[in-house]
């Protein structure tokens, strides 16, 4: 594979619709279009025109009409991946997409890899890596709040402060590197030097924990909140899914077990995208397809980060309910709802309390959709207490590795930041060498092939 190779795919999703596009790009773009297209009226002198649609139609190698379309040439470098671009905007089928495509390949191009046009506007200077990464995230957005964070990084608001504070860390390195090499020259001002690099490492330190707090709230706005449905059979957790969904989403019976496997639904709560899962019921059982569905109950929940515990309360504390409670992680977030308030109740409430001390507990009856929009300001209200806030202009991270990096970093400052501290100010060198080259992964400035092979692979063919 070589960057000059001509690239092309279907850019848009399969299916029936009103448009569908298949892009080409690289050096042999113009001409592999000018080869498969006729412009309905006679080409003008200066066909063709970059960034001027025209009208007209695809042909098959054997001269069969294919598509009446609308093609655009775009010239580079103003284009998306800053090569010669050819979008082939034409009706939306499978088959009419894929003719078009083929008809493509044959005139010279071949098929795009996925992620290749991103990377190759990554790798000809439009973007860099994490402008590139929040594209991605603007195409799988489940929240409004989403889109907004990840289209503000992708106009670099979150490049701009990596570069700003690796900026700042070289210039750092500079002064203590200069005092190690000049010694005789600085000696007097070695103390005041000192407090400066001390008081400016606290301020990267605190930007860099800054940037870090709101991560969480960040992604969880992008991929969706794992939360888990849990309770023992029969107490409503299905009923309660399909009242939070609106549908009748899973199966609802009075015969307890009816739901042995995980079923997953996503909501949007107060702005808040939830990725909802109804667990199988926690219980003792010697069948072993319980068994086995109780096990992957157990797996949901450890990896949720709320937990919504539904009791029976028309039916008294059982050891079940005990077990269900023992369940919790730390860290865990957890409302406890007591549902079927609809029946004379049963539940002591002075257990409740005492086995779920400091949690929230709502009385609902999902299967007449009581208490679900009290359950619901309860959720955004947990969320709102316990998800990382955005302190001013800090941009937002909504994505895994820059998490990672970023608290990487803030550990590496934390270290330079002890060392110039108690120690010879060269040892903080190492800690700030170290959190200049993670940063960098970030913007793409230190990234490996292997990263960039992974960050692309991500993506979709035809972007």
């Known amino acids: 594979m070589t960057a000059r190779e001509t690239i092309a795919a279907i850019s848009t999703p399969l299916g029936e619709g009103g448009i569908g596009i298949v892009r080409i790009s690289g050096e042999e773009a113009f001409r592999i279009g000018k080869k498969i297209f006729v412009p309905k009226k006679d080409p003008t002198r ?11 139609h695809i042909y098959s190698e054997q001269g069969e009409l294919i598509d009446e379309v609308l093609l655009t040439f775009m010239r580079a470098p103003r284009t998306y991946t800053r090569e010669d671009t050819v979008e082939i905007n034409c009706h939306s089928g499978i088959f009419t997409l894929r003719l078009i495509l083929k008809r493509v390949l044959e005139a010279g191009a071949r098929m795009a890899r996925p992620g290749e046009f991103t990377r190759r506007a990554f790798l000809n200077g ?8 929040s594209i991605l995230k603007i195409i799988r957005a489940r929240s409004d709040e989403a889109v907004k964070i990840a289209a503000s990084n992708m106009q670099g608001r979150l490049s701009q402060e990596i570069r700003e504070i690796r900026e700042s860390i070289l210039n750092l390195l500079a002064r203590i590197e200069a005092q190690l090499d000049f010694p005789e020259e600085l000696e007097e001002e070695e103390t ?17 924990e ?21 309770g023992k059979p029969n107490a409503g957790k299905s009923s309660l899914l399909n009242a939070l969904l609106r549908e009748q989403r899973a199966i609802v019976h009075e015969v307890p077990g009816t739901t042995r496997d995980l079923l997953e639904g996503y909501l949007n709560i107060r702005g808040y995208p939830l990725c909802l899962i109804d667990t199988a019921g926690i219980h003792q059982t010697d069948d072993p397809v319980e068994q086995a569905g109780i096990a992957r109950a157990k797996g949901a929940i450890a990896d949720a980060r709320l937990l919504i515990i539904v009791l029976d309360g028309s039916t008294a504390w059982s050891t079940d309910d005990e077990a269900i409670a023992s369940l919790i992680q730390p860290g865990q977030l957890v409302v406890v709802v007591i549902n ?3 029946l004379v109740q049963k539940i002591s409430m002075d257990e409740v309390t005492r086995r779920f001390p400091g949690y929230p507990v709502v009385r ?6 009581q208490g679900i929009e009290q359950l619901e300001e309860i959720i955004e209200k947990i969320l709102d207490q316990n998800l990382g806030t955005i ?9 895994l590795r820059h998490a990672r990096i970023v608290q990487e970093a803030c550990e590496q400052i934390g270290e330079a930041l002890q060392a110039a501290v108690t120690q010879p100010l060269e040892l903080a060198t190492i800690g700030l ?15 490996s092939d292997e990263l960039l092979e992974r960050v692309f692979s991500e993506f979709c063919i035809g972007k």
């Open 391 to 399: 302190a001013g202009e800090t941009p937002v991270m909504v994505n």
């Open 433 to 447: 060498r170290e959190a200049w080259v993670k940063l960098g992964e970030i913007t793409g400035e230190t990234a």
């Open 364 to 369: 609902t009856s999902a299967i007449n959709n």
């Open 340 to 342: 079927k308030k609809d």
């Open 46 to 56: 200066d066909y063709p025109r970059s960034h001027y649609l025209y009208y007209g």
């Open 192 to 208: 005041a030097l000192g407090r400066e690099i001390e008081n400016e490492l606290g301020r990267i330190k605190e930007l860099l």
């Open 126 to 133: 439009r973007i860099d890596l994490s402008q590139a990464e």
């Open 210 to 230: 800054n940037m870090a707090r709101g991560a969480e709230r960040g992604r969880a706005m992008q991929e969706g909140l794992v939360s888990a449905i849990v």
